[in-house]
């Protein structure tokens, strides 16, 4: 964690032991629901191995919004920032490792220690460009383009998530993607 958080901003010793002893460490199984609508999200959680997916469920219908994937943080950012109930559910894919850190704690210590506050920006800024480039891609981009821009993004994933999440995350179906993905490996 320490890695990461210092590629983006200078700590302190002191500070970054603060930081990092008001989370708790935690591990779940494959398969576990870590965050649920309609709750608040109060957690933020950083992974340190493993992976999670995020995804809304629409008239029944499953919708991947996002891969969090390790060394970074993840949430439900909008509830996590407005304190409106979370429409997305966070599952883990894999077995995973990670810090839960409170949302309250994280705030007064972002009062006392404004380079954590920086922090704290820099992970919503971050989390913000995801989704503003996300819905580039799909404005923008054709299937076999936006296919092509996930595998130079994250190749890893096609080898660790059910291609039924990452057709629904490219917003198309399996027998869609199967297509592009023949066509490209031709």
């Known amino acids: 964690m320490k890695e990461t958080i210092t ?3 200078n700590l302190s010793d002191k500070v970054y032991t603060l930081f990092f002893n008001s989370g708790e460490k935690k591990e779940a199984p494959k ?4 965050f649920a609508p309609p709750k608040v999200s109060r957690k933020c959680l950083f992974i340190e191995s493993g992976l999670l997916r995020g995804y809304k469920l629409i008239e029944g219908k499953d919708y991947t919004h996002h891969f969090y994937a390790p060394k970074w943080f993840a949430t439900d950012f909008k509830s996590f920032l407005t304190n409106t109930p979370s429409t997305l559910f966070i599952e883990t894919l894999t077995k995973v490792h990670y810090y ?5 704690h994280l705030y007064k210590l972002y009062a006392s220690y404004h380079e954590l506050e920086r922090l704290g920006r820099i992970i919503a800024e971050k989390a913000y460009l995801f989704t503003v480039e996300k819905l580039a891609d799909l404005q923008t981009l ?3 383009e936006r296919y092509q821009s996930l595998i130079i993004k994250n ?3 096609f080898q660790q998530v059910p291609q039924k999440y990452i057709a629904s995350y ?3 179906s399996e027998q869609s993607l199967s297509r592009i993905k023949k066509k490209c490996i031709s």
């Not at 398969?31 to 870590?34: D, E, F, G, T, Y």
């Open 7 to 9: 590629s983006y901003i």
């Open 31 to 34: 398969h576990q629901i870590l």
């Open 100 to 104: 839960e850190f409170d949302k309250e």
């Open 142 to 144: 054709d299937l076999t």
């Open 155 to 157: 190749a890893e994933l």
């Open 170 to 172: 490219l917003g198309v």
